[in-house]
């Protein structure tokens, strides 16, 4: 039987979620591609990440569960709602019954059903306002803001299935160490400017776990195995670090760690060192 670290994950907005959010991180021009998601909501990068920081200094100084990382794909999943509705409501509302229930179908109704959550019937609904409509018993008007009122409730129902998405998301993109590292990157200009050096702290069990877990037990460096599990030469002790170090920006937020062996760890340095996503093929 399986005990309570197994989660059942669906992934399928995930995917979308994820590689939106990579696109933007990983991109050159990465403000610019985060300015087209936050523009509906009057929100500058910069403002954004200063706020993330400020608001989650908690997260900034000790490793929590609920990551900035969670924080972020949330506020984007968010925004990305918001944004649906928003459109919607000011640009593309039809009176064209089919129209409505094919807009609604694709961006929330769908969701809803994938994840199993009770919604109204909404055919019936629909047609129960355009029957209004088309008997004058309610004027364009009116009828326009009942169909607004249940794309409303419909989209507020998606807070029933954040989380989910929020940890399916967050799952694929703690695997992807060059996005982990392009993020906390971005995060350590605002993290100097808004507190200054972090202080090291001591690592719950939970994290080393989870990292030795994430990176298969091998320096993220080198590649030596370290689990001991497929070796019999010397052993490396070993270390969880920073990949953004505390003295550049970093953070000890769990995305900004990662497994290395002694050797690789306490070497002399120059530059921090983006790691490169590595597996070892199957055959």
Known sequence: MYDSTFKQLRMKYAYNLASQISEVINSEDWDERLQKILWPHSV????????????????????????????????????EIGARLYHFNDEIYSEDTDFVEEFLEENFINILQFYNVAIPDYHEIL???????????????????????????????????????????????????????????????????????????????????AVIFRDYGKCQECGWDLSGAYRRLEDRERHLDHMIPLIKGGTNDPTNFQLLCSVCNLEDKTEVIKPEYRIQTHW
């Open 44 to 79: 500058e990068p910069d403002n954004y990440f200063s706020e993330l920081i400020t608001e989650n200094i908690e997260k900034v100084n000790e490793p929590t569960k609920e990551t900035l990382l969670h924080v972020l794909i949330r506020d984007i999943f968010n925004m």
């Open 127 to 209: 047609e129960r306002i355009n029957n209004d409509y088309e008997n004058d018993s309610i004027n364009e008007d009116e009828y326009e803001k009942k169909i607004k009122e249940f794309a409303e409730e419909l989209s507020s129902l998606i807070d029933l299935v954040e989380d989910n998405i929020v940890n399916e998301t967050f799952y694929l993109l703690y695997y992807d160490k060059p996005f982990l590292f392009e993020f906390n990157n971005i995060l350590s200009s605002y993290v100097e400017e808004q507190i200054g050096v972090v202080a090291r702290c001591s690592l719950p069990e939970w994290l080393k776990r």
